[in-house]
């Protein structure tokens, strides 16, 4: 298996590809079957009235009835009406049966390296893996199954789950410990401690979610199928009742007529393309190379109210850069450049870098090569919160202010005392750094104290008004950080958020999330180490990294593959599409029964009430060609809905209010008014092919 | 159409907008267990009937409690006003000596005072002594409005708590509801009736020599006082058979009017007290903008149709500019007729002061649509509120998925548990409506009581069964109902039309206390603004006209253009 032929997940499939229409057609047929149609109540009550008039059709057709022609068309279009709403579930299922025919090629037969008690390994296929067993997986080996690195560090290919093929570091402890079945070891060899049980690992249950076999009705979607249910019930008894009424009238109808007005005033629409937009909106997740482990939580994601954002990452960029040297009285700002650059030489940390080259474009100094220096770099460490460099028996130190002060302090002590002054200058500069949203790194030369180094959190181009469209859209924002309360204020207010979290613990996240939640509202994270575990649970949208622990995929909702959290955003947009999506086509379908009514009513009452003609406002040409033409429009018109089914109402933050006025335009005074005119056009053809 | 028929109109409305606010807020009040200015004068009694009964007005119930406390309520209700019916003969007050009441006629009389309907099969000065009159009628007149009240404040208590298991003490509500709000306002309107020359009195029924020296025996009774009720409760069940268009009940222009007035006062009050219970009175607003659309809309072309003339008529010469006056009374003319006829369909009052069978066939169209809705546009004491609430929640739910958000009202969840009440809800007025219409049409025995032929003697037993399911209690009149199976099947459309509602939207007041306040933000639909009153006047008349077009179309509508083409029936 090559990992550079695999396709990436959101590798695009459109409607119109045909390796997904023609298994969809086949697919519309076997979904006749009624025990996998009466999930639908509304196509499954179509079916059986098609049943029963095909059974009628045939009888008069043995027994030479009349109108057999117009009897046979419309039957020919209620059995297309099921047809279609199936067909439509078929290409949405598609998409993901192509995705998952993918995914399952990374599911190869692989054989596992299980340790065994006296050490040796023995080799086993990886299907009879159980938890707990360990494993050794070298260099160029397919990881059996999921698990925990337990020991060593490898970089692991995860383009079979991700599509990305640029490896990533994967090792013992820590938040990159966990390792997913199907992915590749590039170099190294890692011990890793199996945690899935076979047939549910991750890569098990991606294939199961992106087929949709895994599939349930989501709440709303429940909610939706009993009002639905219930309006058929409705028109069963608008309907049913009418022969009575006409009897009384001296009239007389047929099943046929009863049958088509029936068929037409049911929300077919809807019914027919209510499961395919909720697969579409998974799917699109999908694509998006975010896995919701529920159809649950892709609904939640759009009622979110509170989004928690990680500073890091998601506000601001990774790291903070330099952007200004802040001398002590005395001190020239260019020595201080100078002594900061060469501290920072051999600094790989990206706020390092910025030192070196914020001290070439201020002052042109030119980074140096340490070899050729003869120097000693310092490493820093948690111990000394300090880095630096030893060279020409100068000591030149840079860190957090207090660690500085406390080692040239230290080491002063005894020979020249620092001047007071100057500590208190040093502090003053620190202090303003810090309230700005800063952060001062002291910088030292032996004994002397020269300055400070500002380093600053860079807010992501585009964030902010990021931030303000989520306002619009009724969404809070929440900043969480590790940083004191007085630089998160500044970061906050710089980058827009309506609220943050300062010195944040799991715990502190944990509380703010319960606090929410208590005033009723929703609340969407994403997080990747193990203490954000149970946050990701308590949220009601919990995005986990694919990078993180497993942990914390297990108690997220969702599963994002590329680890990005600024998709928390696009997220909630798609939730909140794929309801849009359900609400526009559910008015659009009910809107659509007024011209309905007023093609069948006159048609069907004109034998004994020649007055109600009166009411063939459209002048449609006979009460065949009328009747034909509902039931024609009616069938078409799921057809013609399918593409904005799988793509979804389009969404703009707009504020509820437009966006609502918008839709209900569009789709409300739009599905009252498009009948009219699809069954008036569709009553000429039918009129001029002769076909009633 | 005249100027004056409009200025007329006008200030009905003015009268209805400006009592809204106070009475709502006084209301609210009330509700609350608040301090009133009555409190002085009621607080005792009230505080007595507690003791008395053995009920802790502390204790509040569930939804469940709730509503086998009213159901209970109502079955001993039920069983005290049959049984005076079936004695009455025997008891004193009797004054026109009045025998008992059939078997059939009494229950369905029962029914029919207790669900707030008030079919009368029964010419009242014919039938009932002025004890069932006063004890039996009376009473189950205010009992009925003040349950039907109670259910709406429980319904709203649901929105307006949260995470709450409790939503009211039914027996309390009760209380509250007769003695500060019905009692007094009543008292005042009999005072007004009488000095407008209603009758008032436990005499005898007087005889009296007309012009040609006949004797005409003259029926009197208690009347103001029952008239008030009648009114203020939306019940309108009239003392005499003619109803408000007896010279007795409704003597003047004024009576009319405070007759019409006092239908919508209390459904128009509560719209306002919901909003103060929510927390914001533009909610309660935003409801009554919507039902005052819908019976703008109701009364504009009632008026406009009984202002043409028949062309019938017209074509023997008749001056068409005359309108239709068949079946209204001179006194009140065209617009206060369309304007009252209007005014007790929209709520559930059923008093009339025109015989609808004689309306133009658009014009008696209107009546059967406001039925056809349910009786939301203010509605019947109470249930027009939680009427309206119930298509509001449908409204919500079909459109509220198009902001992008699970829907919601008032902050709650709209689910599966909701969503499911409420479609009961709404389903038993068609199945009744068009269901029993249907049955009692093709069975052999029944449409021999219908009098007219063709559409309008279809229309004749579709407003019987409209008209009683919705509990309004109007007849289209022509219908000679007073059989067995007309008694019975009405008695049983009657029950189903108030307890498949009530119960239901009892389940969604208790599910909807329940469940935590989800804070308003500008991503939530707005529910108290102009797009809310236009959508769920669109989903009422959507969903009304959907559902009953055809039954419509073999009626009025068929009615109408045969009549523009000569025919009558």
Sequence with gaps: MSDTTLPRLRATTTMLDTAILWPAIGQAFRKLDPRMLWHNPVMFVVEIVSVLTTILFLRDLATGGTHLGFALQINIWLWFTVLFANFAEAVAEGRGKAQAASLRRAKTETMAHRLRADGGTESIPATSLR?????????????????????????????????????????????????????????????????????????????????????QKTPNEIALNILLAGMTLIFVLAVATIPSFATYAGGSLTVLVLVALFVTLIPTTIGALLS???????????????????????????????????????????????????????????????????????????????IVVLAKELYALRGREMAHLGAHFVAFSAQTRMSGVDLDGRQIRKGAVDSVLAHVLATSANERPVAEAVVRELRAIAERIATSGGTPLAVADGHRLLGIIHLKDIIKGGIKERFSELRRMGIRTVMITGDNPMTAAAIAAEAGVDDFLAQATPEAKLGLIRQEQGQGKLVAMCGDGTNDAPAL????????????????????????????????????????????????????????????????????????????????????????????????FNALIIVALIPLALKGVAYRPIGAASLLRRNLLVYGVGGLAAPFVGIKVIDMLVTALGLA | MTVIGWLQIALYCAIV??????????????????????????????????????????????????????????????????????????????????????????????????????????????????????????????????????????????????SAR???????????????????????????????????????????????????????????????????????????????????????????????????TLGAALTNMFGRMVGSERQGWAVFTAMGLLFLVGVGVLYWSESQANPALVALGMDPSMGNMEGKELRFGIPASAMFATVTTDASCGAVNAMHESFLPLGGMVPMINMMLGEIIFG?????????????????????????????????????????????????????????????????????????????????????????????????????????????????????????????ALAIAGSMAAKKTVPPSSGTFPTDGALFVGLVVGVILIMGGLTFFPALALGPVVEHYAMHAGTLF
């Design chain 2, 166 to 264: 409790h939503i009211g003490n039914f027996w309390v509500d009760l209380t509250r509801i007769t003695l500060y709000v019905l009692l007094p306002i009543c008292v005042v309107m009999t005072l007004a009736f009488v000095w407008q020359g209603m009758p008032q009195t436990l005499g005898a029924y007087v005889d009296a020599a007309t012009l040609e020296g006949a004797r005409q025996t003259v029926a009197l009774g208690p009347v103001a006082s029952q008239e008030a009720i009648k009114m203020l409760g939306t019940n309108g069940g009239g003392f005499f058979n003619a109803n408000s268009a007896h010279p007795f009940e409704n003597p003047t222009a004024l009576t009319n009017l405070i007759q019409m007035v006092a239908i919508f």
């Design chain 1, 537 to 632: 649970a308590q949220a009601d949208v919990g995005v986990a990294m694919n990078t993180g622990t497993m942990a914390a995929r297990e108690a997220g909702n969702m599963v994002d593959l590329d680890s990005d959290p600024t998709k928390l955003i696009e997220i909630v947009e798609i939730g909140k599409q794929l309801l849009m999506t359900r609400g526009a086509l559910t008015t659009f379908s009910i809107a659509n029964d007024v011209a309905k009514y007023f093609a069948i009513i006159p048609a069907m009452f004109l034998a004994f009430y020649p007055q109600l003609s009166a009411l063939n406002i459209m002048y449609l040409s006979t009460p065949q060609s009328a009747i034909l033409s509902a039931i024609i």
């Design chain 2, 380 to 504: 019947g004491v109470g249930s027009g509120l939680y009427g309206f609430l119930l298509f509001a929640i449908v409204a919500v739910f079909v459109a509220g998925l198009m902001v992008g958000r699970t829907p919601e009202y008032l902050g709650k969840k709209i689910e599966a548990r909701e969503v499911k009440m409420t479609m009961l809800a709404i389903l038993c007025l068609p199945l009744v409506m068009l269901g029993f219409t249907a049955l009692a049409l093709v069975l052999p025995g029944p449409p021999a009581a219908i009098s007219a032929s063709g559409p309008h003697g279809f229309s004749e037993a579709l407003y019987a069964y409209v008209s009683t399911a919705a509990n309004n209690g109007s007849a289209f009149a022509g219908l000679s109902a007073n059989t067995p199976y007309w008694n019975t099947s009405l008695g049983i459309s009657m029950m189903i039309g108030r307890f498949f509602v009530i119960i239901p």
């Design chain 2, 17 to 162: 907008v400006a009592i809204t606010r106070p009475l709502g807020g006084f209301m609210t009040r009330v509700f609350a267990g608040e301090r009133t200015f009555l409190s002085p004068v009621f607080g005792p009694v009230e505080r007595g009937i507690y003791a008395m009964a053995g009920v802790d007005a502390k204790a509040e119930q569930g939804w469940i409690g709730y509503a086998v406390g009213m159901l209970v309520f109502k079955l001993v209700g039920f069983l005290a006003l049959y049984a005076l019916m079936r004695v009455q003969a025997m008891l004193p007050l009797n004054p026109a000596g009045q025998s008992a009441v059939p078997p059939d006629l009494a229950y369905n009389t029962a029914v029919s005072f207790l669900t707030n309907t008030n079919w009368q099969n029964y010419g009242g000065e014919s039938t009932m002594s002025d004890l069932v009159q006063m004890a039996g009628l009376a009473v189950q007149n205010f009992m009925s409005a003040a349950a039907g009240i109670a259910i709406a404040v429980a319904f709203v208590r649901g929105f307006a708590r949260r």
């Design chain 1, 276 to 354: 395919a937009i909720g697969i579409a909106g998974m799917d699109r997740l999908v694509r998006f190379n975010v896995l919701a482990m529920s159809g649950r939580a892709v609904e939640a994601a759009g009622d979110v109210d509170t989004l928690l954002l990680d500073k890091t990452g998601t506000i601001t960029l990774g790291n903070r850069q330099a952007t200004a040297f802040l001398p002590v009285a005395g001190v020239d700002a260019r020595e201080l450049a100078d002594a900061a650059q060469l501290s920072s030489l051999s600094d790989e940390t990206p706020e390092g870098r910025s």
């Design chain 1, 131 to 215: 938890q707990g067993d360990i494993v050794l997986v070298a260099a160029g080996e397919i990881i059996p199954s999921d698990g925990e690195v337990i020991e060593g560090v490898a970089s692991v290919n995860e383009a079979a789950i991700t599509g990305e093929s640029a490896p990533v570091i994967r090792e013992a402890g820590g938040d990159r410990s966990a390792v997913t079945g199907g992915t590749q070891v590039m170099s190294d060899i890692i011990k890793v401690r199996i945690t899935a049980a076979p047939g549910s690992t991750f890569l098990d249950r991606m294939i199961a979610l992106v087929e949709g076999a895994a599939r």
